[in-house]
Each structure stands twice: as C-alpha cells, then as structure tokens.
C-alpha cells in the first residue's frame, strides 16, 4: 500500500493520522477490555466454586483461604484443601448460601435526610390535626357544676389550673 492511502486526516485539527496505527490502538483497547472480562468471569467463577465447596468467601476467616488458594478451582479440590487446612468441618459440608450470610456482613438500611425530615413532618402533622384527649362528659359536668369550689376541684382533676389572684 501507499503511505498516501494508509494516511488519514483527522477533521478540525488538520493532523495526519496512521490508519494502520488508528486499527491498531482501537485492537489494543479491545484486547485490554476482554482480558479484564475474562479476569472478572474467572474471579466470579472462583468464588461460586467455594460458595458450592461450603465456603464463604466474604467471611474474614475463610476469606485467607479463598486468598492463599492456588489449587484446582473445581469444587471437590476447594473442599478438600478446605477440609485438610480445617475451614469447613467435613461432616456437615453444605454448599454456602447467600442467606446464611451474618447480620453483621449484611448491608445496613440507610435512611437518608429527606426521609428523616419527612418522617419528622409527619409526626409534627398528626400531633397538629390531633385532639387533646379529654373525657367525653367533662363540658356537661363543668356546666352543671353549682358553686366556684365545685368547679375549681373538677377542673383541676382534670389537669387544668387556675390561677385565680384574690
């Protein structure tokens, strides 16, 4: 090919490109993506065979094992090594289960400043639109009262003052 043919010109910068070396570029992008997926595929497949092995790889105390592992990454040789290196008991090895996990490694429900506000609104509402308790006769008993003193003592029994100034 000619140098004419391989060369492009990039728009607005006026700049001579390689397009040979453009392809280039874009492959090494590409090769560095997929071997980023396969180590993220691989790392997935690793912890699923200790989760089927019976161990917990976000356990503090398995998780050395899970780190220091070298092994085969099929179940059956985690388990064995899991077993020898005594992380599992071998008469009870039941694969791992996500709802066994402690409560301690469980995400913690956060509550955010506007549910705070609008929980706190609410009770500030309620406690506006909301009655005094009372007793449902307390307003025929204070108008049939027959003297100060009889209405005095009932209204104080009731919780009420009264600062009457001789």
Known sequence: MNEEN??????GT???????????????????RADAAESELTTF?????FREAGINPNDPRQSYFVKGYEGEASTEAIRNAALEAGFIDGNNVQPFDQSTTPRSMEPVETVTYRE????????????????PVAQPD???????????????????????SVNVQD
Do not use: P, Y
């Open 14 to 32: 006026g700049e001579t490109r390689n397009f040979r070396r453009v392809l280039e570029d874009r492959a090494k992008e590409a090769e560095a």
């Open 45 to 49: 497949k690793k912890n699923e065979a």
């Open 138 to 160: 307390l307003r025929e008993r204070l108008t049939s009262a027959k003297s100060a003193e009889e209405l005095k003592a009932l209204w104080q029994s009731n919780g009420g």
């Open 116 to 131: 705070e506000l609008m929980a706190q609104q609410r009770v500030a509402n309620a406690s506006v639109e909301g009655l």
């Open 6 to 11: 391989e060369s492009i010109v990039e728009e």
